[in-house]
Nanobody
């Protein structure tokens, strides 16, 4: 069994920053590829970024430069630093860990509004 818990969401003004964290626990058997996604109600879940066991990263082209993914293997945690936030960044943010299948967290709400 694998569990993921996201934290760090909230309300921020346009142009502001937030840092999300996601900690995985359970039968991980070592560091695993992990990633961040987001979803607006009624729309498809959108890929943001992924980070592999060795720290290699992949980003959505539209978010590269404003969002940065990092990981802390000692605690099976990934972070997402989000800068220069825009109202269209408002969404529920989910993290994912990949073993033989994907496991998802419950999500954390990010609202960008003045």
């Amino acid at each position: 069994q694998v569990q993921l818990v996201e934290s760090g969401g909230g309300l921020v003004q346009p142009g502001g920053s937030l840092r999300l964290s996601c900690t995985a626990s359970g039968n991980l058997f070592g560091p695993r590829p992990m990633g961040w996604y987001r979803q607006v109600p009624g729309l498809q879940r959108e890929f943001i970024a992924e980070i592999l066991n060795n720290g290699a990263t992949t980003y959505s082209g539209s978010l590269r430069g404003r969002f940065t993914i990092s990981r802390r293997n000692a605690t099976n945690t990934i972070d997402l630093q989000m800068n220069s936030l825009k109202t269209e960044d408002s969404a529920v943010y989910f993290c994912k860990v990949t073993l033989t299948s994907d496991f998802w967290g419950q999500g954390t709400q990010v609202t960008v509004s003045s």
